[in-house]
């Protein structure tokens, strides 16, 4: 998580590869969420915070406007293995209401796309093909964790109701 110390710190610099051992204020490092948020909520003086959190590269401006572009053709796994649990949590942390509509309209249209893929996977390889085709099988490789979960529940209802519809056929 990207966070900007806002005190000098003594004895922090090799956070930022610096030989003395005061971490300055102003300087730039990346931290664990965890680590940074509770740096941010505690305060050592009444004035100003110890450090101030920004917003991770997998949320900065640039991949929201690829998202509001074509959220389909964004690789999310390549950004944040669980990228939407990730935007939940910094949306708890930062009040952004754009980030926010972006991400639910995102997974909104991707949800679509997911539930194509997962009720059709394995047709067109029955057929012959190739299961997915070059273009679904990238889309499935930049899945983040929830979605990822969300084709897989999807594909074995999709499985479970077609063998349910077989089942009824025969009776």
Request: net charge negative.
């Amino acid at each position: 998580m990207p966070c900007t110390f806002e005190l000098d710190v003594p004895a922090l610099g090799y956070l930022d590869n610096n030989a003395s051992h005061i971490l300055k204020s102003g300087t730039r490092v990346e931290l664990p969420l965890w680590l940074a948020e509770m740096l941010a909520v505690s305060t050592p003086s009444s004035t100003k915070p110890l450090v101030t959190l920004d917003l991770p590269p997998s949320l900065a401006p640039r991949v929201m406007n690829a998202l509001k572009a074509d959220p389909k053709s964004v690789d999310l796994r390549a950004l944040a293995q669980h990228f939407y649990g990730l935007g939940a949590r910094i949306l708890e942390l930062f009040e952004e209401e754009e980030v926010c509509d972006v991400l639910m309209e995102s997974f909104r249209k991707r949800a679509a796309e997911i539930q194509d893929h997962a009720s059709n996977a394995g047709q067109s390889q029955r057929a012959g093909g190739g299961g997915v085709g070059n273009d679904g099988v990238e889309f499935l490789r930049g899945l983040d964790e929830a979605e990822r979960g969300l084709f897989r529940a999807s594909h074995d209802s999709s499985k479970a109701m077609k063998a349910w519809m077989g089942e009824i056929k025969k009776s």
